[in-house]
């Protein structure tokens, strides 16, 4: 488990951006620990990429109290810039050179001196399984092959803070997984990430803290457990040996479902320990044998649908 420093790594207060009459972001705030990946969810046009883009310094904000690896992006681009990687959602990669290329490319821009951008295009090639495929012109890379050589180029610079925008959009599920391990890997290093996504399952399975972003406004934060306890829908489902542990169990759970086919009784619960725990004192006092048990709470995609009202343009990867 990673170890989260004092500073955060990214702190937002207040957060405004306009385009016209069109408010993009509402007056959000987040808080992004270090060392750890933080997703912020929304459908398209909710201000996702606007916020990487203040927070990576490529627009200003018009209002609000912003810190990157404890910098302000107004005030001090350059240091900003110096400490955060960024891969967004269409590749930097240049497609007439060769991976080795485009990473010492990168390094040069980054004024590495000629021996350590060397080395350091080396690490990462082996890094992202991409040494076979040095040399090779990274118009013929797949899709994985050339977002893998993407998230390489940003990490050149060695950055204590990536920007994600929708890294994996038009991957296949395979090649999706292999960069969700490239991720944690990061992460298990220190790295901290920001994720924007609109692959529910991917902020499921990469988050320690998701925000759900609406209309440019923040409509939930928490971990995805406690996002998935905000939606009804949450249940234990107890499976007895026999129809009179069935019954004494339906009796001490005037609320649950029972199934006296299946040998199964549904009872309403937030998933949550404590809950759990009270389910099973009560069937233990009252000497009732539960076969089995299974916890079943809403997904993100209940979550997302119950705060938004919608579904659309959110996809949940296979």
Known sequence: MNTVTAQPAIAVSGLRKSYGEHRVL??????????????LLGPNGAGKTTTVQILSTLIGADDGTLRVAG????????????????????????????????????????????????????????????????????????GGMRRRLDLAMSLVAEPSV?????????LDPRSRRTLWQLI???????????LTTQYLEEADQLAERIALLDHGKLVAEGTPSELKRLVPGGHVLLRFAGARDLG???????????????????????????SLRALLARLDDASVEVGELSVHTPDLDDVFLSLTGRADNTKVSA
């Open 162 to 170: 990536i920007f994600l925008d929708e890294p994996t959009t038009g």
């Open 184 to 194: 944690r890997d990061l992460v298990a290093g220190g790295v901290t990430i920001f």
């Open 248 to 274: 004494d169990a339906a009796r001490l759970f005037p609320d649950g479902t029972a199934d006296h086919d299946a040998l199964t009784l549904q009872v309403p619960s937030d998933g949550g320990v404590h």
């Open 71 to 142: 910098h302000d992006p107004a005030t001090e681009p350059d240091a900003v810039r110096a400490a955060i990687g960024v891969t967004g959602q269409f590749s930097a990669v240049d497609n007439l050179l060769t991976a080795e290329e485009n990473l010492l490319l990168m390094a040069d821009l980054h004024h590495l001196g000629r021996a350590r951008r060397r080395q350091r295009a080396a690490e990462l090639l082996e890094r992202f399984e991409l040494t076979d495929a040095a040399r090779k012109v990274a118009a013929t890379f797949s």
């Open 26 to 39: 509402d007056g959000i705030d987040l808080h992004v620990p270090t060392g750890t990946t933080f997703a």
